[in-house]
């Protein structure tokens, strides 16, 4: 297949998933969003804890290795939360406690390095179970037979909201004046992603074409 005869057949496809599985299409969608915030998450906390809070690069390393583990342990045990309730639940009161843990961090700024360990793995608690409840919620809308295609639709909407996260941080940081500024981007682009996944629902529907 050629290079443009591939986008054509993905243009085909997702064509095909708003008739047969919107739901699934909106989550696509929202996912896409708010998994970039996540990544900013990661991407922003060491340059925020060097440039803003004042971390030495080992310390740096120490918070970033803290970051991860508090982040997997939250995933295995939320995990369970997850059977329970369902994902949806879990990723919207994930979405809302990264949104409280990342205001914190900017509005208490000025009280150093304190704050940003507090709110910094705060904010981890909640990534991992994101993600991971993100994949759970797909798995269950994806109509029979499409999994390996919808997957594959879940990973490129990733690849491309990739820009979001960075161009909100950037242009906070200009509209702030300081680097502090740009946590509000990265909480802007995961309330988004929040706002977009509350309607979806639970459960895919399929429309007949």
């Not at 509209?175 to 309607?199: E, M, N, R």
Request: with cysteine; aromatic share 12%.
């Amino acid at each position: 297949m050629s290079f443009f005869a591939s986008y054509a057949r993905l243009g085909r496809d997702i064509a095909r998933l708003w008739r047969e599985s919107r739901q699934t299409l909106y989550f696509l969608i929202a996912s896409a969003v708010f998994r970039d915030g996540l990544t900013g998450v990661f991407t922003f906390g060491g340059v925020l804890a060097a440039g803003t809070f004042g971390f030495s690069p080992s310390e740096v390393i120490v918070f970033a290795i803290a970051a991860n583990v508090t982040a997997g342990v939250s995933t295995v045990v939320v995990g369970r939360l997850d059977d329970r309730i369902g994902p949806k639940p879990v990723i919207v009161a994930a979405l809302i406690g990264l949104v409280i843990c990342g205001l914190a961090v900017f509005f208490l700024h000025d009280a150093g390095q304190t704050a940003f360990w507090i709110f910094g793995l705060a904010l981890c608690l909640f990534v991992g179970p994101a993600q991971s409840a993100s994949r759970s919620f797909l798995a269950r809308m994806i109509p029979a037979g499409r999994e390996g295609e919808i997957f594959g639709l879940y990973a490129t909407t990733g690849k491309a909201a990739t820009f979001l996260a960075p161009t909100a941080f950037a242009i906070f940081v200009s509209i702030g004046g300081a680097q502090y500024w740009g946590i509000l981007g990265i909480v802007l682009v995961i309330a988004i992603g929040l706002a977009v996944l509350i309607p979806v629902s639970a459960k895919a529907i399929r429309i007949n074409s």
